[in-house]
């Protein structure tokens, strides 16, 4: 079965950058679709971006653009996050989860079957 971690995270300050990394075990990613969520303290997770097997990316939140880049290397099971220009609204615990079939779809959390536990990012002002 298809076990996902995240690391990367830390603290930077305003307009820093971090990157993340989502890397699989138990199986190959080259069939699944792989999607970044976050979740802010007292606030819902969300959907941030996911990319396909083909390395088409769908952005869920429109304050990303710009900023953030995913990509994948599917020789080393893993996705990554570059997060470039961070905000204060950005801090949150960043997961990665993978959808079999390779699209992403419309809707962020949809068929998303297989989830990471999360790597924290702080950014201070």
């Known amino acids: 079965q298809l076990q996902l971690v995240e690391s990367g995270g830390g603290a930077v300050q305003t307009g820093g950058s971090l990157r993340l990394s989502c890397t699989a075990s138990?199986?190959?990613?080259?069939?699944?679709?792989i999607g970044w969520f976050r979740q802010a303290p007292g606030k819902e997770r969300e959907g941030v971006l996911c990319?396909?097997?083909?390395?088409?990316?769908?952005i869920y939140v429109d304050s990303v653009k710009g900023r953030f880049t995913l990509s994948r290397d599917d020789a080393k099971r893993t996705s990554y996050l570059q997060m470039d220009s961070l905000k204060p609204e950005d801090a949150a615990v960043y997961y990665c989860?993978?959808?079999?079939?390779?699209?992403?779809?419309?809707?962020?959390?949809?068929?998303?079957?297989?989830w990471g536990k999360g790597t924290e990012v702080t950014v201070s002002s």
């Open positions: 990319i396909s097997t083909t390395d088409r990316t769908t």
């Open positions: 138990g199986d190959t990613l080259d069939y699944f679709a």
């Open positions: 989860a993978a959808s079999y079939g390779g699209q992403c779809p419309m809707r962020p959390f949809y068929d998303m079957k297989y």
